[in-house]
């Protein structure tokens, strides 16, 4: 799917699908998706040694790119793929019933949580043997976020967008300001932000899911990577002092953060940077790239790491959602499936489809950095450096616990900051419907 809005398309989008994942918990049997979506293919009417490809790219400008892509394939392996398409939100929602009677040879789908929990009820198919010919095509990251909890590679990414720290360099060069490497400094040019009359940090919460990667950033930047994916596994205390002290480094925040947060939709935000109103923003390159595209200042948009909070862990974890695909637990033809995954590996795929979408790079590191613009060419040193990749906080814990608790927890703490104490309490005492220890 093109994301030209955030994942899961919209706050009401995004909630309902996270709603509609609830039941991948007790993998209860919903309605069939059969019923959910049209079928469009590549080549032709459906044949024995047609590969089928379940898609959820629903929008006009990603399925005719993704119809693009399956149709060089079929032109150059003679293999015919038949793309069954289904709307966005529904493919979510009833994605457990999809799996269980039978999914498409192939199928799209999301990296971290979503992928491990599908994969340990044997509902998605162990590709581990194609990853010793697609390995060379991806970071040692990547295929980190594309293996399960047996340590067996079930995914494969197509392409992905980076969050971090955006920001104008025409502004900063204006102002003097420089880019910080420690939490101490970023504090310290919001500082200077706010003497200046620039709201130092753009931040809109109306959609619900914007500050789940603010928290993001700040938990694996003061904890480190493992505790950060532990804890949204739900195998760490939310109670204990290591949330404790993500919180009270956010708070050092909130006083530089645009008035009304929960007021405000992301795209109000981000506007608020094109604008030079506010200097910086957390946010992920696809949704504040497209702002920037829209109003013609694409190459005057920037960014940064999270600043170093501890340095035992530095700056060596990034979210970056990744999109991709993965095999059905028992395909048609296992060759066939493999071999379109295979291609879907590969840059020339990727790379096809990212002719739609201008803020978002293929996950491929052998992809051409010649035909992507500025924006893009950091976003892929920015990946392709990074340690550890995280998938965005609902991507990465149980949909129930994002959606009822997480959010609800991060508008409540944004209201009052001052009862930390109280606010983890809570947490850990919702978590336990949510997580078995």
Known sequence: MNRLTPPFESMIGRRAALKGLFATVGLAAVPGLAACGDSGGSGGSGTSTAVSLGSNYSDAVPKGA???????????????????????????QQITSYLQSGADDVWSWFAGFRLRFFASKNLVGDISDLWNTIGSNYTAAQKEASTGDDGKQYFVPFYSYPWAVFYRPSIFQQK???????????IALST?????????????????????????????????????VSLMAGKEDWAGDKVKATFDNWKRLLEFYQPNSLGRDWQEAAQSVLKGEAGMMVIGSQQIGQQFSA???????????????????GQDTIEAPIDGFCMAQKPRSADNAKKLLTYISGAQA??????????????????????????????????????????????DTDPGFAQEVAINSVNDFIKNPNDI???????????????QK
Not at 71 to 86: G, P
Request: net charge neutral; aromatic share 12%; with cysteine.
């Open 350 to 395: 990727q790379q096809t489809y990212l002719k739609s979408d201008p803020t978002s790079i293929a996950a491929s590191n052998k992809a051409d950095a010649a035909s992507y613009n500025k924006l893009q060419q950091k976003c892929v040193k920015f990946v392709n450096d990074a340690k550890h990749i995280t998938q965005f906080l609902d991507r």
């Open 176 to 186: 003097g300001y420089t880019v910080p490497k420690t939490f101490d400094e970023f």
């Open 66 to 92: 993704l119809a693009d892509v399956m149709k060089t394939f079929t032109d150059t392996e003679k293999l015919q793929v038949n793309i069954n398409t289904k709307d966005h939100e529904a493919f979510q």
């Open 192 to 228: 200077k932000m706010k003497a200046d009359n620039i709201v130092p940090l753009a931040a809109g919460q109306k959609n619900g899911w914007p500050q789940l990667g603010t928290f993001d950033q700040i938990n694996f930047r003061t904890n480190g990577y493992d505790f950060h």
């Open 295 to 313: 109003g013609g200042k694409l190459d005057d948009l920037d960014f940064f790491a999270f600043p170093e909070i501890n340095s035992q862990y």
């Open 421 to 435: 104490d109280g606010l983890v309490k809570k947490i850990a005492s919702q978590a336990k419907q949510y997580f």
